[in-house]
């Protein structure tokens, strides 16, 4: 027997006592459905079956050896980051942290300069020496003001002008988007800061760290309760009807779940090109952008990210792809409007939570999507105590 018919029998047999059957059934073993597996199990004491199509736990953050022993991520690199202590200390319980700050460099006429832009970034491309008063001035004498910011073109160049865009921004995107940034919506790059001082760091966050051991073991050890129920290998829609459940919640693309009934929901997706280099050190930073040379976008390196000492390194190209799994929501006004049309569905559909990146059509940060997953936890909760309390519903009810 496989592994995936080894979990439909654990499940089905987790089933039977009582004819309880699940309380939740958690479509997706990410950040999102993990967090919501171990939040309804531990503090509800639900019995909560978690249900995902691929061989492993962990989502887009699964990281794992490599056959050289390098601790990669296959899905590309996952850096941690937040702002946030909640977030923070509920992973906390979890795993503990070995503290890192990412840097990335791009490589721009000929040579490797820190991004986001800074100080050091200006100075080294054009051989000056300007200070960070005088940096205010250069970007503020270059910059082209628009009326209006309605694109991700409109964010850069009014900020460091057409020059700089072009170096940095321009070819970067449309490699990533297979668009200019003139058709994109101005959220895609205004996430990216620009500096006037030498700070370095790629985040700014107040808490920046990795997983001690790896995310994959932070994902066992939230799953670790007796009741949860973990099936791997199998797509949801093979057992939805054959367990019994009270409870969904899906992580799955929105569109995926109601058969794409009103069109697909565009994506941009990821080519990862893994590859081991021996040498102990393949490049001076975790991540070198290559905004205008070659296919990929960029380069990663594990070793710098983890920390592992290893005699070898690995490495992961990243190829931007039109087809493949969903990783990048489109941002674009009509995809927007596609959306609400699944949203007002999911909203009619009251055993049924949608939760997570693929789930909403929104891109999020991890801690983003934890912090989404902690806020539907207390949702739940609260509707549960109301469902059970009636006097408590009204009470909500007329406060």
Do not use: C
């Not at 129920?229 to 829609?237: A, G, I, P, W």
């Amino acid at each position: 027997m496989d592994q995936a018919g080894q979990d439909f029998q654990s499940a089905v047999s987790a089933s039977v006592p009582g004819q309880r059957g699940f309380d939740t059934l958690v479509v997706g073993a990410g950040f999102a459905g993990s967090v919501l597996a171990e939040r309804l199990a531990r503090v509800l004491g639900q019995r909560v079956l978690v249900v995902d199509k691929r061989p492993h736990i962990g989502g887009n953050a699964y990281d794992r050896h490599d056959d050289h022993g390098v601790l990669v991520h296959p899905y590309g690199p996952h850096i941690f980051h937040t702002n946030s202590a909640e977030i923070f200390d509920y992973l906390s319980q979890f795993t503990q942290w070995r503290p890192y700050q990412h840097r990335v460099l791009a490589s721009v006429d000929g040579q490797l300069v820190p991004m986001p832009i800074n100080l050091d970034t200006v100075n080294r491309l054009y051989g000056l020496n300007l200070t960070s008063f005088q940096l205010e001035e250069f970007f503020a004498s270059v910059a082209e003001k628009k009326d209006e910011v309605k694109t991700s073109e409109d964010v850069v160049v009014g900020k460091v002008g057409r020059e700089l865009y072009n170096k940095f921004f321009r070819g970067y995107t449309r490699k990533q988007w297979g668009m200019d940034p003139s058709e994109l919506d101005a959220s895609v790059t205004a996430r990216v800061p620009t500096r006037t001082n030498r700070d370095d760091r790629y985040f700014t966050d107040t808490y920046q760290a990795m997983p001690l051991h790896g995310y994959t073991r932070m994902f066992e050890k939230m799953l670790d309760h007796p009741n949860i129920k973990v099936m791997l290998n199998t797509d949801y829609r093979d057992v939805v009807d054959l367990l019994p459940w009270k409870h969904m919640v899906y992580t799955g693309p929105i569109d995926a779940f109601f058969n794409h009934k009103h069109g697909k929901l565009p994506y941009r997706s990821l080519e990862f090109r893994h590859e081991n280099v021996a040498q102990e050190q393949f490049q001076p930073v975790g991540t070198v952008n290559y905004p205008n040379d070659y296919a990929y976008t960029r380069i990663s390196e594990f070793k710098h990210i983890t920390g592992q000492q290893h005699p070898t390194t690995s490495v992961v190209y990243e190829i931007p792809r039109a087809e493949g799994d969903p990783y990048y929501p489109v941002p674009q006004p009509q995809n927007a409007e596609l959306y609400r049309k699944y949203e007002a569905e999911a909203e009619q559909l009251r055993n049924v939570t949608f939760v997570g990146r693929l789930a909403t059509y929104k891109y999020y940060n991890m801690d983003q999507v934890v912090g989404q997953a902690l806020a539907t936890f207390r949702r739940l909760q609260q509707r549960l105590g109301e469902e059970t309390d009636p006097a408590l519903a009204a009470q909500q009810t007329t406060a």
